[in-house]
């Protein structure tokens, strides 16, 4: 088992190495140095930019080169205050020899010791090369993404001009310029980024994730600006014919060996198979395709960002289901995705993938892609540290001159991910309450404190009010609804968390349905009773003049009889009729004295007029008196 495993790693080594080399080459990318002074030795040179630290893209740099008398190689930290920190407004430029040691060491002294910039000559009589991190080593995780300076790596013929001025005392001053580094046709740069979604592949997975968490924001604006034009990409290898039914190759490889991933352990016999990294790989390329159709391309940074977040291998979630997940919270259509990817299994070309071997190769000024991670702006490698500000200003330094963004012309930047589909993160419409909460670098999907009342759950799909006070806030997320006057609620104050359906519902408590009680047999079983069903409870009533006890669910006689209910009328008649009686017995009183109040007053005036009459007819009766006379 163990020599079929050397056979197959040696193998896909051989066949990645002629895939490569199939009319393609490896470019690299070149600054130019010039020597201004002294004015003899004034000349023009190319420069191999160093893959580490930041390249001055679209500027340049004057200093005076300086050469150590000890340590030439750079190999052991410098003596010393920062020996070489320039005392003057001239930065120095320190001339180091290859060998020994790894280049990036070399800069990383010379960084420590003042230097502004580090050049290594070359030992050989060759072409120039590229100097790259190294790859895997542990004594150099520390200090690769510390170097900040640019460097550049010089053919032996021009480090010995360098160092032959310098040995005769002559002051050395050249000029490394990165103008033309960085190919600056029109106002909109087109950039990619070569990349992989395995997480476990050391410093290099490391450095390409952080960047692309970083670079996010940048990304965003650039391209919703109508700035810049973003293209991910994937490298894949296909599996030597030999051993395409071979377990190891089934199980890195997809549509029958020709699209492949090494072992993501590199141990084929437990953990995830390449395979699962190359179907992913697959995936992320079509969300890009699939959100680039909706307008919506820079999408891709939010779902692999959340993805590297959701769904690592470290923490064992690196699955379909995962990433349908994340896909959800995105608003991205998961069926056009699936259909875009295609049938892993079938004997078929795979169009997306042959479309990535494809560009893989070189061509034209652009080389091949051998390093992951590779950022290529306007058709041309970058170098240096895939940092954001420094990949920000060579992409900038890809605009024509006086078309630049107004990003790349200030240090400041901004911008609200919230604001386009919540960020993906959970919100409460209702309550106006999200999860998302914007930073510098982006966003991040977080459970929020509201009103004292704090949320708890992934920030992405979930979010629930936890503690007291909770049902104050959209009734904590619980299920509430009002009808015929009555209101019933999921949310109680006596639980801290949670949802649960008051009586006569039931349900999950986020969405409670009322309990047919007089169908489910629940109620209202006595002998006799007829049931109708009310929102939220029952009506119950029993058979003849029986009374319903809800809390016994029993009938019960009414206690009542023939000689009470006579009784009671004849006491109601009688107070009745005694109302009536007074009633008249009160209007004939009050008549009575009336009139004889009256009568007494009116006899105050007539006894003069009963008098007087009184007279006249008595005269009238009695006979003339004697001595009396008519005249």
């Not at 699962?276 to 919506?296: G, P």
């Not at 759950?457 to 904590?476: E, M």
């Not at 109601?572 to 009336?594: E, T, W």
């Amino acid at each position: 088992m163990a020599i079929l495993r050397y056979l197959w790693v040696a193998s896909w080594v051989v066949s990645a190495a002629l895939f490569l080399s199939v009319e393609a080459r490896f470019v690299v990318e070149k600054n130019s140095i010039s020597i201004l002074s002294p004015y003899n030795r004034r000349s023009k040179h190319n420069g191999a930019i160093g893959n580490f630290g930041v390249p001055n893209y679209g500027g340049s740099m004057v200093g005076t080169v300086v050469y150590p008398d000890k340590g030439a190689n750079g190999c052991s930290p410098f003596e010393g205050d920062k020996p070489f920190k320039s005392k003057s407004n001239r930065p120095n430029i320190l001339l180091l020899d290859r060998g020994e040691c790894f280049f990036a060491s070399k800069v990383w002294h010379g960084q420590q010791a003042g230097a502004a910039a580090v050049l290594v000559a070359d030992t050989l009589d060759e072409p120039l090369i590229t100097m790259d991190s190294p790859e895997g080593s542990s004594n150099a995780d520390g200090y690769i993404e510390k170097i900040g300076i640019p460097s550049a790596f010089i053919e032996r013929s021009f480090g010995d001009t360098l160092k032959d001025a310098l040995k005769k005392g002559e002051h050395v001053v050249v000029k490394l310029d990165w103008s033309e580094s960085m190919p600056h046709p029109d106002e909109r740069v087109e950039f990619e980024l070569w990349t992989n979604s395995n997480d476990e592949c050391g410093v290099r997975c490391d450095e390409q994730m952080d960047f692309i968490k970083n670079f996010k924001g940048h990304a965003q604006i650039l391209e919703k600006g109508g700035y810049t034009k973003f293209t991910p990409h994937y490298i894949t290898w296909y599996c030597p014919q030999p051993f395409i039914d071979s377990h190891q190759c089934k199980s890195q490889c997809i549509n029958h060996g020709r699209y492949c991933a090494p072992d993501p352990e590199q141990n084929f016999g437990e953990g995830y198979e390449g395979k699962d990294v190359v179907f992913e790989n697959l995936r992320q390329l079509c969300v890009h395709r699939v959100a680039n159709e909706s307008k919506r391309p820079w999408v891709w940074w939010d779902y692999v960002t959340d993805f590297h977040i959701r769904c690592s291998m470290k923490q064992k979630r690196y699955s379909k289901e995962c990433a349908e997940d994340v896909m959800k919270s995105l608003n991205l259509p998961i069926e056009k995705i699936k259909d875009c990817m295609g049938d892993p299994e079938a004997d078929v070309e795979n169009q997306v993938l042959k479309t990535e071997q494809d560009v893989q190769v070189g061509h034209g000024s652009r080389g091949d892609v051998t390093i992951l991670p590779t950022l290529v702006i306007n058709d041309v490698q970058y170098r240096g540290k895939l940092e954001r500000t420094a990949v920000l200003k060579a992409i900038c330094a890809g605009f024509k001159e006086t078309t630049e963004p107004a990003i790349c012309l200030s240090g400041d930047l901004e911008t609200n991910e919230c604001l386009d589909h919540n960020g993906g993160c959970w919100q409460d419409l209702k309550a106006n309450v999200t999860a998302c909460k914007d930073t510098f670098r982006g966003r991040v999907c977080d459970c929020p404190l509201v009103n004292g009342v704090q949320y708890k759950g992934d920030g992405y799909s979930i979010c629930q009010a936890v503690g007291p006070g909770r049902c104050a806030i959209n009734n904590g997320g619980c299920w509430t609804d009002t009808k015929d006057g009555k209101t019933f609620s999921a949310c109680l104050e006596s639980n801290i968390a949670g949802c649960s359906c008051p009586h006569g519902f039931h349900g999950d408590g986020h969405k409670c349905v009322d309990v047919d009680e007089c169908k489910e047999g629940l109620a209202c079983k006595c002998d006799g009773c007829s049931c109708k069903n009310t929102w939220g409870g029952y009506d119950c009533k029993c058979a003849g003049n029986k009374l319903y006890l809800m809390d016994q669910d029993t009938c019960i006689e009414r206690s009542a009889s023939k000689v009470g209910r006579f009784l009671t009328f004849f006491v109601l008649a009688a107070v009745v009729g005694a109302v009536i009686a007074g009633y008249i017995f009160y209007k004939y009183r009050l008549r009575s004295y009336m009139d004889s109040e009256i009568m007494a007053i009116m006899s105050q005036y007539m006894p003069l007029d009963n008098q007087h009459v009184n007279q006249v007819v008595h005269h009238e009766a009695e006979p003339l008196r004697q001595g009396s006379s008519s005249v």
